[in-house]
Nanobody
Framework: QVHLVESGGGLVQPGGSLRLSCAAS????????MSWYRQAPGKERELVAA????????NYADSVKGRFTISRDNAMNTVYLQMNSLKPEDTAVYYC????????WGQGTQVIVSS
């Protein structure tokens, strides 16, 4: 079955960087768009970035454009989220997502941006 495992979260100071990873299994990874979402306390889950299967086209939430970069390694069945110039408002649990007949989610990885 579909399995998504996020890693790479942690505590970072404002202006710092983190790289999140999501290891996928149970489906043909190279055939599916992969996405990162986040959910801050008391807020709804929101799309952060997505990358298509074919051509690796990307799209980003306005709030992270120019700071975050999504990428994928189809040989490793892994999608990444490079996060630079982090701000306190980026604090959230970050989730990996794939839609294959229905939405699948990982367990999430916590990112805290604080001095």
């Amino acid at each position: 079955q579909v399995h998504l495992v996020e890693s790479g979260g942690g505590l970072v100071q404002p202006g710092g960087s983190l790289r999140l990873s999501c290891a996928a299994s149970g489906f043909t990874f190279s055939s599916y768009t992969m996405s990162w979402y986040r959910q801050a306390p008391g807020k709804e889950r929101e799309l952060v970035a997505a990358i298509t299967a074919a051509y690796g086209r990307t799209n980003y939430a306005d709030s992270v454009k120019g700071r975050f970069t999504i990428s994928r390694d189809n040989a490793m069945n892994t999608v990444y989220l490079q996060m630079n110039s982090l701000k306190p408002e980026d604090t959230a649990v970050y989730y990996c997502n794939v839609f294959r007949l229905r939405a699948y989610w990982g367990q999430g990885t916590q990112v805290i941006v604080s001095s």
